[in-house]
């Protein structure tokens, strides 16, 4: 099942994914649960499956604008140099441990939607990644459980801004510009992915693919994220762990390719869909 959120009319909503557009969920089930995030806390996303018949009326996705599959996550955590690829074109040697850092909810759009180039840098590169979503809180996972703690999962763009990710060790202004990373078009529930290690990913730009892996090429994979980020933090439902990105990305590049206006990049998972987005200018305030 594909679980998507949407602002339609004006609103809000969440629902399933077809073919042919969306089944609005939330028209039924707003009183109980106010988004999607909610119906996965609730443990109650079989509700949605209920819904996913040939009856049901379907909007069309000329008439919705996507939001990020999760609107506002307690935790977006991302890691860095988690294929073996990207750590040797970034001159980096095998991390001990996962590097982490964290993006903010503000900082991600919806498929389909603009991200923003930021007026203070030409150096907006991107990062195709694969995106989970935990579905049963917990603490102190162990690897065994870790696949079971999972909702599903979704692509994901985290966009880079390179100059500002230098500026100190730690890598969060670099990842936090306003709109700079997209979530999405949906999330495919587990029980259609029992097994993530053969996905395969692809990042193109403007139609040329930049970055081609096989998710099995994780340095740390999903059960060890999990269980490491387990042990300190509180996992709940909505968090967001987003597992790394492949090699090929732009600074690294002769010359450099970088993300500008008018560009289109997308990240396309298979088994999940294509996440895509075009790119545009920020206008400063006035």
Known sequence: ?????????????????????????????????????????ADS?????????????????????????????????????????????????APKYPVLFSRFASSQVGHGEPLIAPSASHHFDFEGELALIIGTPGRHISREDAYAHIAGYSCFNDG?????????????AGKNFNQ??????????????????????????????????????LDFDIPHLISYISTFAQLLPGDVIVTGTPGGVGYV??????????????????????????VKDEVPAA
């Not at 809000?12 to 119906?39: E, M, N, P």
């Not at 880079?160 to 969060?172: A, D, E, G, K, W």
Request: with cysteine; hydrophobic share 40%; net charge negative.
């Open 1 to 41: 099942m594909r679980c998507v959120s949407f602002q339609f009319q004006g609103a809000s909503c969440y629902g399933v994914a077809t073919d042919a557009g969306v089944i609005d969920a939330s028209a039924t089930l707003r009183r109980r649960f106010a988004s999607l995030q909610d119906v996965i806390a």
């Open 45 to 93: 996303l079989s509700l949605l499956a209920e819904l996913d018949r040939p009856s049901a009326a379907i909007i069309g996705y000329e008439d919705i604008e996507f939001l990020p599959v999760i609107e506002r996550p307690d935790k977006i955590i991302c890691v860095g140099i988690n294929y073996r690829p990207h750590r040797e074109e970034t001159g980096r040697e």
């Open 160 to 172: 880079s801004v390179r100059n500002f990710q230098r500026h100190s060790p730690q890598f969060t």
């Open 180 to 217: 700079s990373g997209s979530f999405g078009p949906w999330m495919v529930t587990s029980d259609e992915i029992p097994d993530p290690t053969i996905l395969q990913l692809e990042t193109r730009l403007n139609d040329t693919v930049m970055q081609s892996a096989s998710v099995a090429d």
């Open 253 to 278: 590049r002769k010359p450099p390719v970088y993300m500008r206006d008018g560009d289109v990049v997308e990240v396309d998972i298979s088994g999940i869909g294509v996440l895509r987005n075009p």
